[in-house]
């Protein structure tokens, strides 16, 4: 069979807050081949997404992403791959390609999956499907006070492991940080597992990023996440060596293997993070999880929107039996938490399954995508080049 | 002063090639501030970068480049670095960004020259600029007779040294690729420097790259140039350290000084080859000159476009006496030749000097820029957020 089409929905809340939550808006990708339809899902700013999609020719390595999709061969698991290669040959000068190849990959194999009737791990090389502990990911609140609130809800809801990220952390001073870890571990008792999520708030600034590092330890963080941007591997290699007990956690900003690989190799961290929706889709990040096998890294999913993209976030570690902390956003928006039919709820042990059906294993709800779509419509050399497709 | 204004104009050729000629588009930034005008180039794909500045915000760390940029107050050298990182933090998760804030960051520096009446190099740091030797930077010929022919025309024409790339070399066999260098080498003489740029086609794959190493020891290359992404640190390595006397360069597709370094400290490369107009501009361009310093790297211009992309391109290393190598593209489509009034070119000993007047020293021609203006209009939510600026 050929890929017939491949459409890029851009959804939306009708007003976006400016705060570190990642479910306000989506993008959406349908791919149709040989009478089936996959769906993927690009954790990417929609609009530079959809015009890399259809962008006009720059030259032999610069073209849109659609044109190494529409019409390729998708006979077997391998076209994938071949698929994803030619993609990063033709667009190589595009940057946004690792994030608009993402949603289409994902979209592949979902495919695939309805096509010969297995989940997309399986499809990956797994036997079986291990479940994965959930933790609870939040935003810092906006003081202490209100971050022991948090937490203590997370528990009393049955979490066992809770991240808090963004907000005011890393903002202020080091004893303002200090108060939120502490208020943090205060309302999550002193079992639960926590994780604290920088937000890579501090750059590259090894002296700012090692003030906290006695109040990490004090709360018994489990890991540190992203105290720098992902290319930052000397800050957090010395880091790394600063810290006793916590581990460095990261990776959600590669976007490709590559980069993925270099921070298992030469960044120090306990965690690997990447995102199926960023780093080129399923592919990709099965690659790094194969990889973090051989170096002793943990794989641990990065989501921050819907159920569709934790279904395909969870497939590429779905396997590992050992890894089985799980990112699992719990302040979704109501179009990340309506976009499917299917979710993805905790058993009464507290743990998560990727699901057992074809593919990806979730629906999309037309009425949801109604609802929420945005009208886009880009014309460039006289051409209308992109319009809102019919759902 | 304050920015009031920042705007992207996309110009095209009529029709543009499926070949791997950088200069059949353009994205021309121009910025505005306290009375002064500069000027910028991304080296990047024109619409998704027009996409980027323009988007609706996702979430807090996925903004629209636009709004850290307008408004913000450009007083003085600092402000640049300052407005660079609010970008970058503002826009993290837009992967567009860096392409986007390149030309912007290189009509800040422009404008700041303009205003203190300063060559760009000055403001840099730089205390004079030095000469630079050209290299005909052309594609390889499609049979190896072609590219005699045009090596012959590039040693007759004066030039020292000559870079051939891309069409067909790595594509065929072991054979028709020692045959094309073989050929080079003719045609530029026994004395000429002969460069050689693969284009990433070997992407990561260390065995067919290895394959032509004899080739390229028998005839004298100086450098082979991407034989891999730039991500393939592994590779690039292990490549490096099957070579004798051929150096391995690198670095165009970094669109970070991080990438930049991760090539100096863990590829092996000889020679490092940013493009300003992808990497962030003048700003971190500079930042990958001053590290290579200090590891013995040499410093080389990636440039294939415009003579205002070739004057920005110089200015982070023309006060290296040293590194004396600059790419210097000989085929140019008449938009990247026409773009600006001034021309850098060859002096009586073949050599080329940064311009000596303010900021970049070179001027937009509008008559240029009308004749190649694409006319392009971005609607998203029930609203016109672009449309093709007036000159």
Known sequence: MRIESVDFFYLSMPEILDI???SQDALLVRLQAGGYTGWGECEASPLPCIAGLVAPMSHSACKPVRTSVLGQRLDEIGDIARIGRLVRENSLDLLQTDHILSGIDVA???????????PAYRLLGYERAYPKTP???VLFGDTPQETMEKASHIRDAGYRAAKFGWGPFGKGTVQEDAEQLQAAREGLGGEGILLVDAGTIWYDDLARASQRVEALEACRATWLEEPFVSGALTAYKALAGMLRSVRLAGGEGCHTYHMAQHMMDYAGIGY??????RIGGLSAAKQVADYAQTRGVTYVNHTFTSHLALSASLQP???????????????LKPLAWELTQEHLLPDSN??????????????????????????????????????????
């Open 20 to 22: 570190g939550d990642g």
């Open 108 to 118: 592949m194999w979902d495919l695939m999956g309805k096509k010969l009737e297995l």
């Open 135 to 137: 933790y609870a990911s």
């Open 272 to 277: 690997v993070q990447v995102d199926a929706g």
């Open 317 to 331: 570690f779905a396997g590992i039996r050992s890894d089985v902390i799980c990112e699992y956003p719990l302040e």
């Open 350 to 391: 507290g743990q998560i399954h990727v699901p057992e059906a074809p593919g990806l294993g979730m629906t999309p709800e037309p009425g949801t995508i109604s609802k929420y779509l945005v009208d886009v419509e880009i014309r460039a050399k006289g051409e209308v080049i992109y319009s809102t497709p019919e759902i």
